[in-house]
């Protein structure tokens, strides 16, 4: 079974109970723009509680919000099919500029009303194969239009990650955003700093990760958006430099969000990358790549002539393949080129073979753990990757000749 049989069948048992059930939202859209949609929205009449009874496996996932998912059969990878069920509702006032403080169970249509741009409000009921448009949102679809629902200033002040979102919609989709809501969202701009850092950094990962990165970021200076999620940026000397390379890396595909991450920071210091990227309670995985890859941004130039002792540790680094590709995008093409030649013909034991000598080795020769151990250790080892020592035995040779026999 597909994800869009069972979003049929939730609807069909809500709709054999008497309750109206349709599709919402994202996966209409997606729908109507020939994608296959992430997930499916079922938006009914029928309350949280009558969803619960309608189906045998439930989760209530916001049961004020009145959101329940709905668990299907499970796929060949081992997850289970789900719908989100929500009931149709009308939010009432937003006080943290987060969520609303309430909501009113309502119908289609007050359900259309709360949600934030047109191309995101439609129904689409899949037994009658139709669309139910309050919104209007076929026409900007087909236009490529983004317009807020509603009052474009009122929809922001609700909620000022519609900002974000707005953004996000815009380029994913090359739309053109509605002159009112862009002056709506000028004028909101300074005040996306309400919005926790963890919803901004929701938004953040899918903007960057899209090809569209480069235009979309371009669209959040000119409104002062990235200067409030990063204000060490500014003033930003490389703009134009920084949207280049923003727009070539991936080469017209999808990257990872560290990446471009890392080539919008690039001209901050390491130590800043990292403070920032704390304030943005980003994931330690993703700080430690968008800070490896800032520090490492020049690391590959000049590969063909670099000693190995150099290079091999970089080419063994978890996100090289992603540093090849900034390379490559900014100039460097040579040098990634080199890279990726080496790294094709080689398993990764060619550039991190098995020690000559270790610890251990050493201590069994005579030798006194201390600071002079990490100091050989180092040396043999570059002298290792740089096919100037062949053997232990080689090794060993070299270490008494250069740092002496052990002290009794
Ligand atoms: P995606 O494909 O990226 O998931 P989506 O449109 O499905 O896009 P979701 O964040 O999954 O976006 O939200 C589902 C729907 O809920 C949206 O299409 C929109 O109608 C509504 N929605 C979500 N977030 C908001 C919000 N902050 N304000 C108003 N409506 C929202
Ligand atoms: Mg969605």
């Not at 597909?2 to 859209?29: H, M, N, S």
């Not at 990878?77 to 169970?105: C, I, K, M």
């Not at 689409?124 to 194969?129: K, S």
């Not at 890279?339 to 094709?344: D, K, P, Q, R, V």
Request: one cysteine or more.
């Amino acid at each position: 079974m597909t994800e869009r049989e069972f979003a049929t069948d939730v609807v069909k048992r809500l709709a054999t109970k008497g309750y109206q059930a349709l599709w919402a939202g994202g996966c209409v859209r997606d729908q109507l723009l020939g994608l296959e949609p992430d997930d499916y929205d079922v938006a009914t009449n029928a309350l949280p509680t009558e969803v619960v009874k309608l189906f045998p496996r439930t989760v209530t996932v916001g049961i004020s919000f009145g959101v329940v998912e709905v668990i299907g059969p499970k796929q060949s990878d081992g997850t289970h099919l789900n719908v989100q069920v929500a009931t149709f509702r009308s939010d009432g006032e937003y006080h943290d500029g987060r969520r609303p403080s309430t909501v009113q169970f309502s119908d289609a249509k007050e359900d259309a009303l709360r949600r934030d741009f047109t191309i995101n409000g439609m129904f689409f009921d899949p037994l009658e194969n139709a669309v139910l448009d309050f919104v209007g949102g076929q026409q900007d679809l087909s236009n490529r239009v983004l317009r807020a629902i509603g009052n474009p200033e009122d929809r922001f002040e609700e909620d000022k990650l519609r900002l974000l979102r707005a953004i996000r919609f815009t380029h994913r989709f090359g739309c053109s955003v509605d002159p009112g809501t862009i002056a709506a969202m000028t004028k909101m701009a300074p005040h996306l700093n309400v919005v926790s850092t963890e919803r901004i950094a929701v938004e953040l990962r899918k903007i960057l990760a899209h090809p569209s990165r480069a235009a979309a970021v371009a669209q959040m200076i000119e409104l002062g958006l990235v200067q409030v999620i990063i204000p060490q940026l500014f003033p930003m000397k490389d703009r134009d430099a920084t949207l280049q390379v923003l727009q070539t890396i991936g080469r017209g595909a999808s990257v990872s969000f560290g990446l471009a991450m890392a080539v919008l920071l690039h001209a901050l210091h390491p130590k800043n990358v990292e403070k920032l990227l704390r304030q943005l309670k980003l994931s330690n995985a993703e700080i430690d790549q968008i800070t490896w890859l800032v520090t490492r941004q020049d690391s590959l130039r000049g590969a063909a002539t670099q000693p190995n002792h150099q290079l091999f540790p970089i080419l063994v680094h978890p996100h090289i393949v992603e540093l090849c590709e900034w390379t490559l995008t900014s100039g460097g093409a040579s040098d990634a080129e080199y890279c990726e030649e080496l790294l094709a013909s080689h398993t990764s034991d060619f550039f991190q073979p098995v020690p000559l000598v270790t610890g251990d080795d050493l201590r069994a020769w005579g030798y006194q753990p201390g600071k002079i151990f990490k100091k050989i250790l180092d040396q043999v080892r570059d002298m290792q990757l740089d096919w100037q020592l062949q053997t232990t035995d080689e090794a060993k040779e070299y270490i008494l000749a250069t740092f002496g026999p052990p002290q009794k």
